[in-house]
């Protein structure tokens, strides 16, 4: 069976430190890959995708970039945070446009 | 672009009680919608996945029904008990079938 793995679970980091969240995936191959962000009162926010390694789709201008070094993993990062990134940021998988998303449990971030 | 509304934002309802979750969405060009359940700090978990062919689909308790060309879909929780008592979110997949449109969910509460 297919499981997401995403780490840490709450992260809590001044202004201006370097980000990085990690996601893998395990027992599929070649999964389109997700990063969502929500934010308080907010519904989720689609970050970045990936079809494919090296293949990355920016949905939003931000502060974050994401890379996706190998089929199954999927990286979050950012040199220099903002307050404005505290968030709940999750990672979803999916083996093709037809077929069902699944969420990783989710990392915490506060920024301060 | 894709706008996706939830009615009501929160609802409470007794034990036992038969329900139903609201979810529009203003471009009828869509691949797929996905319902998702959300607990309070968690990752989502996927409820039922409508294929833009497709009218409804069932899954134990739960009916989604889809009308693209109204822009809608609902939700319904039959018997309601209070494990259901969650966030429910709708996301709506665009026609090209990455980019993700979500709600920003139903809060339930089911009163026992």
């Known amino acids: 069976s297919q499981t997401i793995h995403q780490w840490p679970a709450t992260l809590v980091q001044p202004v201006g430190s370097p980000l990085s969240l990690e996601c893998t995936v395990e027992g599929t191959s070649n999964p389109n890959l997700y990063w969502y962000r929500q934010a308080a009162g907010r519904g989720l926010q689609l970050l970045f995708y990936?079809?494919?390694?090296?293949?990355i789709s920016s949905e939003v201008p931000q502060n974050l970039s994401a890379s996706r070094p190998q089929d199954r993993q999927f990286i979050l990062s950012s040199k220099k945070l903002l307050l404005s990134d505290s968030g709940f940021y999750l990672c979803?998988?999916?083996?093709?446009?037809?077929?069902?998303?699944?969420f990783g449990a989710g990392t915490r971030l506060s920024v301060l | 672009k894709q706008e996706v509304t939830q009615i009501p934002a929160a609802l409470s309802v007794p034990e036992g009680e038969n329900l139903v979750l609201n979810c529009s969405f203003t471009d009828s060009a869509i691949y797929n919608l996905q319902w998702f359940r959300q607990d309070p700090g968690k990752g989502l978990t996927s409820l039922l996945l409508i294929q833009s062919s497709q009218r409804e689909q069932t899954s134990g308790r739960l009916n989604a029904s889809l009308d693209k060309s109204s822009g809608r879909s609902t939700l319904y929780i039959a018997a309601s008990q209070p494990g259901d008592s969650a966030t429910y979110l709708c996301a709506v997949v665009e026609n090209t079938g990455n980019q993700f449109y979500f709600g920003t969910g139903t809060s339930l509460t089911v009163i026992p």
């Open positions: 979803a998988w999916r083996r093709g446009a037809k077929n069902i998303q699944y």
């Open positions: 990936s079809v494919g390694i090296g293949q």
